[in-house]
């Protein structure tokens, strides 16, 4: 299955978009990559999910690179309850694997 | 309302006794998963069921078990074993086959202290 590598955190100014990169250069052909993010004590949050194609929904964006080695979640207008901790997963047949994750810190 | 569901919230469990944590999902999902969530990190997989009566070792499955035998429940026991239980365990299920796009969903977890 493969790994994902994300920076351990990021600041992001309230209102504007937050950027998170994720590498996952051993990704497979069919495996998709994922990302859920996580509020302190809570249970991870899906947020969105995508093969090759970039996909939007109403919580963000996600770019992959047409290579598939990396991608990037995109929250548009981030605001102080969007401060959690994102997680980069790429899926494999049975089983995710979640890495450290992105500690997002949005500031007022 | 659909959901996963996981109890008790806050579990204590004196050095030596086993301790079992409860997943209830009504949401008809056919996967299940448990992981273990320690102060800063990340989540590491326990273990892992595609069907009834069938599961699967993670990472960091030694001194932990767990039965499979209705779809909605996934129950994990913490045995004595565990050398070191302390942890956020969370409970996670998923519907459709193997691989498939679909995403998982939590429970809001269950925080063991071992006192």
């Known amino acids: 299955d493969a790994k994902t590598t994300q920076p351990p955190s990021m600041d992001c100014a309230e209102g504007r978009a937050a950027n998170l990169p994720c590498n996952h250069s051993?990704?497979?052909?069919?495996?998709?990559v994922y990302w859920y993010r996580q509020i302190h004590s809570q249970g991870p949050q899906y947020i969105i999910h995508?093969?090759?194609n970039n996909e939007t929904n109403e919580m963000a964006s996600l770019i992959i690179t047409e290579d598939r080695k990396s991608s990037t979640l995109i929250l548009p207008h981030a605001t102080l309850r969007d401060t959690a901790v994102y997680y980069c997963?790429?899926?494999?047949?049975?089983?995710?694997?979640f890495g450290s994750g992105t500690k997002l810190n949005v500031k007022p | 309302d659909g959901g996963i569901t996981q109890s008790p919230k806050y579990l204590f469990r004196k050095e030596g006794q086993n301790v079992t944590l409860s997943c209830e999902q009504n949401?008809?999902?056919?996967?299940m998963y448990w992981y273990r969530q320690d102060p800063g990190q990340g989540l590491r997989l326990i273990y892992y069921?595609?069907?009834?009566?069938?599961?699967q070792k993670g990472d960091i499955a030694e001194g932990y078990s767990v039965s499979r035998e209705k779809k909605e429940s996934f129950p994990l026991t913490v045995t004595s074993a565990q050398k070191n239980p302390t942890a956020f365990y969370l409970c996670?299920?998923?519907?459709?086959?193997?691989?498939?796009?679909?995403?998982?969903?939590f429970g809001q977890g269950t925080r063991l202290t071992v006192v």
């Open positions: 996670a299920s998923k519907f459709g086959r193997p691989g498939s796009p679909t995403e998982a969903f």
């Open positions: 051993t990704i497979s052909g069919n495996e998709y």
């Open positions: 995508g093969l090759k």
């Open positions: 997963i790429v899926q494999g047949y049975n089983k995710f694997y």
């Open positions: 949401l008809n999902h056919d996967a």
């Open positions: 069921s595609q069907i009834v009566n069938d599961f």
